[in-house]
């Protein structure tokens, strides 16, 4: 299994629509965080995480890779 990246340590506050299907990056690698660029993760053993959200909203997601409820932030990162 590949080894983890931290994209940054504190969660990405962004938009999302409950209509829309996202893929989560698992990996760091992608260029466009904390959302899945389809092509970072290749070789690296871990896949992106496809969600959906129940409403329209601002969410935080987690940017340390390391939450236990991804791809929700849930403070790990404030313990790393």
């Excluded at 629509?17 to 760091?28: I, L, P, W």
């Excluded at 409403?55 to 990162?77: I, N, V």
Aim: glycine share 10%; with cysteine.
């Amino acid at each position: 299994m590949g080894t983890k990246l931290t994209s940054r340590n504190s969660p990405y506050r962004i938009e999302l629509k409950e209509v829309q299907k996202y893929m989560y990056c698992n990996c760091g690698k992608s260029d466009y965080q904390p959302m899945c660029d389809n092509r970072s993760h290749r070789g690296s053993g871990t896949n992106p995480l496809g969600f959906a959200v129940e409403r329209d909203g601002f969410y935080y997601l987690c940017g340390c890779k390391k939450s236990k409820s991804k791809p929700y932030c849930d403070g790990t990162h404030k313990i790393l």
